[in-house]
């Protein structure tokens, strides 16, 4: 298994409680299956089935593996800067 | 590469943009304020607050000065975003893009801004009276733009 942390932004966070959480995947998971795991620890994330994804600062989809040592890996509604 | 790049908590200034884009082989320099305003879809929005992902929204505005220095020919170029309370009339971002001449200067300005609001991991929350929202972009893809 490995451990990630996923940072939660702006409403997943306000919704988790929480700006992270500790996630535990088997070894080959991807992002998708991360977020899977999430939701189903998260009831309140549960309807957010197509967030967006970051791996090491730059976005990623869903099947990208996540990297050996976990990464860093963070998840987060659609952007409203400016 | 010379550009200024900043995601922070403090009121924003016009004049520290303008100043790291000029130089005397720019003629001209196009610049960009993005204001809070007291509406929203009929609502009266009473402060805005911005929270970002520090880091990755620092290392996007330094991927859009890399595309505007692709695009349009010049690295001169400042984008500043301001985190936390934002109130009604302060600016929230700041874009100034100097270049040699006019037509790169605008373009690459309002390339600027346009790309920050669909990429850059940066929450806006609009305050009422009674209650608050998060704002939520159209853009569902951001890998696809």
Not at chain 1, 56 to 80: L, M, N
Not at chain 2, 21 to 39: C, Q
Not at chain 2, 88 to 111: K, Q, T
Request: with cysteine; charged share 25%.
């Amino acid at each position: 298994m490995t451990k990630c942390t996923v940072l939660l932004f702006a409403r997943y966070a306000e919704l988790a409680g929480a700006p992270s959480l500790e996630v535990e995947v088997p070894e080959g998971a991807t992002l998708g299956d991360l977020w899977d795991r999430v939701r189903k620890m998260v009831p309140a994330l549960r309807d957010e089935t197509r967030p967006l994804l970051a791996c090491d600062r730059a976005y990623a989809r869903p099947d990208t593996a996540i990297p050996v040592g976990g990464g860093e890996i963070a998840a987060f509604p659609p952007v409203s800067g400016g | 590469m010379p550009g200024l790049y900043r995601v922070g908590e403090g009121k924003l200034d016009l004049a520290e943009a303008v100043r790291a884009v000029a130089g005397p082989d720019r003629g001209a320099i196009s610049t960009f304020l993005g204001m809070a305003r007291d509406h929203h879809a009929g609502r009266r929005v009473i402060r805005l607050e911005y929270e970002a992902y520090r880091p990755m929204a620092e290392a996007t505005l330094r991927t859009i000065g890399a595309e505007i220095e692709q695009r349009f020919g010049t690295p001169h170029i400042a984008i500043l975003h301001r985190l936390g309370v934002v109130g009604i009339g302060e600016a929230s971002v700041i874009i100034a893009v100097a270049a040699a001449h006019r037509r790169e200067a605008i373009e690459g300005c309002r390339f600027a801004i346009e790309r920050l609001k669909a990429i850059a991991p940066i929450w806006k929350k609009e305050h009422y009276e009674h209650g608050s929202i998060w704002i939520e972009g159209a853009s569902p893809d951001p890998t696809a733009t």
